[in-house]
């Protein structure tokens, strides 16, 4: 996949994510808006490499990138600096950012084996999608 087919899977997931949550399918619309941030951080680890030159030295690191975890992502993107800061002057000011990000790290790929209740769903998409302070957001910024 190129980085414009992870963006358009990332905005595509928000929108099946925000109509299982609006039909009532709880644990699939949590899973589902989990999967927007991985496919967006994954696009910006690849707008890292177009912009930076940067490549794997070894062949072995392209492994990294098959995970599931947002922190770990953000790493590889080399975003975490970038992050640490937002979420200090997010703290700094009204929160939101840092509230929503702290919402969206409790999402794991396993989430999909686990039951999610209605508030549960709603809580991480608000977290993701919300404009302007969206988890979402922050990462259309940086791909």
């Known amino acids: 996949m190129n980085r414009a087919e992870l963006q358009q899977m990332a905005e595509e997931r928000l929108k099946d994510a ?54 770990n992502l953000i790493a590889i993107a080399g975003l975490t600096d970038q992050l640490n800061a937002d979420l200090t002057a997010s703290s700094a000011g009204g929160k939101e950012l840092a509230i929503n990000w702290r919402a969206a790290k409790e999402w794991t790929s396993a989430t999909r084996y686990q039951a999610k209740s209605e508030l549960d769903a709603k809580r991480l998409y608000a977290a993701i999608a919300d404009e302007p302070h969206g988890v979402l957001r922050w990462i259309r910024t940086h791909w």
């Not at 690191?61 to 995970?67: G, I, N, V």
């Open 18 to 71: 925000k109509a299982l949550i609006d039909a009532g399918r709880w644990e699939f619309g949590y899973y589902t808006v989990g999967y927007v941030v991985e496919c967006g951080l994954k696009s910006c680890i690849l707008a890292r490499m177009i912009h930076t030159g940067w490549v794997f030295e070894e062949k072995s690191e392209t492994k990294a990138c098959r995970t599931h975890e947002f922190t």
